[in-house]
């Protein structure tokens, strides 16, 4: 995610299905702007899945999308 406007959480929380990924040694965006905006989410009523790769700096795509569950994940939503 690398964070977002936690005002933005409100939208979200209801209406999308969230998994946040992020590397715990990112040097591009810091890992406490995906925890803030989790946060929020959460405050908003959402409860997304949220996984640090503490191992990963800015590239932590590649260890997402590696994630056995991240298909099965993805298509067991649907647009209501």
């Given at each position: 995610?690398?964070?977002?406007?936690?005002?933005?959480?409100?939208?979200?929380?209801?209406?999308?299905?969230?998994?946040?990924?992020?590397?715990?040694?990112?040097?591009?965006?810091p890992?406490?702007?995906?925890?803030?905006?989790?946060?929020?989410?959460?405050?908003?009523?959402?409860?997304?899945?949220?996984?640090?790769?503490?191992?990963?700096?800015?590239?932590?795509?590649?260890?997402?999308?590696?994630?056995?569950?991240?298909?099965?994940w993805?298509?067991?939503?649907?647009?209501?």
């Open positions: 995610m690398g964070g977002d406007n936690t005002n933005n959480a409100s939208i979200y929380a209801k209406k999308v299905p969230m998994w946040v990924f992020h590397g715990g040694k990112d040097n591009v965006v890992v406490d702007h995906s925890d803030v905006m989790v946060a929020a989410l959460k405050e908003a009523g959402a409860e997304p899945k949220y996984t640090i790769y503490p191992n990963d700096g800015h590239n932590s795509w590649d260890d997402a999308f590696a994630e056995p569950e991240l298909i099965p993805l298509f067991s939503h649907s647009k209501k």
